[in-house]
């Protein structure tokens, strides 16, 4: 893994930990403040791959040859990407 990866990935895990923790001990005070970070990284991830979602579908840069298997296995990776998102928006607001 690149430096960049490593950093981004442990961002995001120190800033779910923390809005997780809070969300257990019932500290609402500092859900915004900690889980703002996954938040950005969880978006940005989601929109980077919604956006390129066609290129990987029949005909695209990524799929020449049609495959289904190639953009049936984009949408399920899309899908967790939505799922984990959904998840974090429930743990920071919920």
């Avoid at 390129?52 to 695209?60: F, I, K």
């Amino acid at each position: 893994m690149k430096t960049f990866q490593v950093v981004l990935l442990s961002v995001l895990g120190i800033s779910l930990l923390l809005t997780a923790a809070f969300r257990i001990l019932n500290i609402t005070d500092y859900l915004l403040i900690t889980g703002a970070p996954a938040l950005i990284i969880l978006c940005l991830i989601f929109l980077g791959h919604f956006v390129t979602l066609d290129e990987e579908l029949s005909g695209g840069w990524s799929n020449p040859d049609g495959s289904k298997k190639i953009a049936a296995l984009s949408i399920g990776e899309l899908v967790i990407k939505f799922l984990v998102l959904v998840f974090c928006l429930w743990l920071v607001f919920g």
